[in-house]
């Protein structure tokens, strides 16, 4: 069983930049696949990037360039660098945990899933 806590959303205007942090219940975190998704009102969650437990990174083409997934065994938290953000980043953002042959992008692959934390972006 794994817990997952994100953090670090909140309001930036267009352009800023935002961290959020996933932290993770369980002496087992090294072991999974993170996933990071967001969702807006009216839209189906989508991936944003994911990072393998060797951290192997994957990003959506959206967010290419401007996001950077990282993760931190030692304190079982994995971050969402997000720069040059835009309106259309608006979303509740969730982290999401699995074990894995291969690393998925789809969110109906992930075992687990936090509460999510919202991101709006001001134009």
């Known amino acids: 069983q794994v817990q997952l806590v994100e953090s670090g959303g909140g309001l930036v205007q267009a352009g800023g930049s935002l961290r959020l942090s996933c932290a993770a219940s369980g002496r087992t975190f090294s072991s999974y696949h993170m996933g990071w998704f967001r969702q807006a009102p009216g839209k189906e969650r989508e991936f944003v990037a994911a990072i393998t437990w060797s951290s192997g990174t994957l990003c959506a083409d959206s967010v290419k360039g401007r996001t950077t997934i990282s993760r931190d065994n030692a304190k079982n938290t994995v971050y969402l660098q997000m720069d040059s953000l835009k309106p259309e980043d608006t979303a509740v953002y969730y982290c999401?945990?699995?074990?894995?042959?291969?690393?998925?992008?789809?969110?109906?692959?992930?075992?687990?899933w936090g509460q999510g934390t919202q991101v709006t972006v001001s134009s």
């Open positions: 999401a945990a699995v074990r894995a042959m291969i690393i998925p992008t789809t969110p109906r692959s992930y075992e687990y």
